[in-house]
């Protein structure tokens, strides 16, 4: 089953609408309801659901624990993952300190630099290593995923390392695109400020309101 | 003329794909050189480009000068952006140090906090300014874009003052949908764990290669 990039990331969003309806002790909850809650259209739900099978039932709408359960099952939310945090700079420190991470299975087990000075220094409770260890770590605590918090100039160097020393994936926020054979889920904080000014320049003629795929 | 959020993200991407090219004494560039450098596919360069008129000649491609000078409008890079980051804990910090930001005219202007004990120090140059001076600092430094980089409970009050101080437009980095009527640009740093989570699960099967519009 190949599902499009665009509707993944709502599976994240719609777990979590999800969820706040568990808490209130909802049960059924229509297209329409989540729709609105996430400010998207019903028939952007509808056909992102559509990609799991059936789940709503006519006139009752979706079982909120049934769907939970298997967007949880493919976002990998059941599971949890071991992240190493390659950089102890600001954006690493602020990072390591995320709670929304932890909440959502990703656990920070550890925290890497090539600056002497740094290295032996604790950041949110976990001890910096030098990045000359990050294969034997990445073993010995079985290590997934590696956050990319370096400055752009070793980001592909340090891409390379972590991809040797057999992590799984990689979720950048340098501003380059890697080259490695590895997943990397690009986190671009410049681009988010670039699509807003574009928004504003616009005002209500930015964008096409559609579904995106 | 409205365009497809998707292609206003690539945007950013091909202005700096253009700007190396620039610097490497390139003059013209054929859509497979971009598609190339970033990875995706040709037809979805020609695409994008093709909203904004026709700019490549047969045989010889873009013109690098006239497509960077047009993105650069569009993107709103022409432009420079005074920026108040709200929230001075880490991930404020790290944002008022990320020299991508002001390489791309956004710049840090202000910091604020609630915290007093946090007034009144420097981050990144500047110095914290309290919550209750928001409004009177937005028209003074003439700042148009504020970074919601508070904890998630104050997520919502927060984004209710920034609308409320003539703030043109929110980059949210909290977990929440804010309800405002200024524009909101959402960095959910969570949700990119969750992807890569579910490319690492679902391996080479994980998303369709297509157009996204």
Redesign the interface.
């Known amino acids: ?6 509707t ?2 709502r ?3 719609y ?2 609408c999800l969820s706040r309806y568990k808490e209130e002790g909802v049960n059924f909850v229509s297209s329409q309801d989540i729709a609105e ?3 998207i259209k019903p028939s952007q739900v509808r056909k992102d659901l559509s990609y799991f099978g059936n789940f709503g039932k006519r006139g009752l709408g979706y079982s909120v624990n049934k769907l939970l359960g298997e967007i949880a099952f ?4 059941n ?1 949890e ?1 071991n ?1 190493a945090i390659i950089g102890a ?3 690493g ?3 390591a ?5 932890l ?2 299975k ?1 656990n920070v087990v550890a925290i890497f630099d090539n600056d002497r000075e740094k290295v032996g220094k604790k950041i949110g409770g976990i001890t910096v290593t030098h990045i000359s260890d990050l294969k034997e770590m990445v073993q010995e605590k079985n290590i ?2 590696a956050v990319i918090a370096v ?2 100039s070793a980001a592909q160097y340090v891409a390379e390392q972590v991809e040797d020393s057999g992590v ?4 950048n926020f340098s ?1 380059i ?1 890697l080259r490695v054979n590895i ?19 616009m005002g209500d ?4 309101l ?1 579904d ?2």
């Open positions: 089953m190949k599902i499009p990039k665009p993944v990331k599976l994240g969003l777990y979590r809650r996430l400010n493919i976002i990998g939310v599971k993952w992240v700079g600001n954006l420190s602020a990072l300190n995320y709670p929304g991470l909440k959502h990703f997934e995923i400055p752009e799984k994936g990689i979720v501003p695109k997943p990397v889920e690009d986190v671009d904080i410049t681009l988010s400020f670039e699509t807003l000014a574009y928004t504003i320049i003629n930015a964008f096409i559609e995106d795929e």
